[in-house]
């Protein structure tokens, strides 16, 4: 199933970090991915959001507005937006590698 592209817009870009906006009308998919780099994500609504993995597993995501979520480099998935409403969040990735 071919579904409608979310909306990426990069708020900042440096060398330390990128953070971008990401708007889904309903429906809308980010496509297949995996994450680089570790991130944070913001959810600037109340909603759900589908998560496909690499197993072609759904699972379905509460997140709620100003609940920040944290994750590791290497997560793979598509992530689509099955409200009936646009859904929106902030997406925070760290390019720099923790020091040891």
Known sequence: MTRPAAVPTVQV????MRVTEWRFAPGAATGFHR????????PLATGRLGIETSDKTMIEAQLKMGVSYARKAGVEHDV????????AFIEVELKERPRS
């Not at 870009?13 to 330390?16: P, S, T, Y």
């Not at 994450?35 to 913001?42: E, G, K, L």
């Not at 689509?80 to 859904?87: A, D, L, M, R, Y």
């Open 80 to 87: 689509i937006n099955v409200n009936p409403f646009e859904f």
């Open 35 to 42: 994450h680089d780099y570790d991130y944070c994500v913001v």
């Open 13 to 16: 870009e440096n060398e330390r």
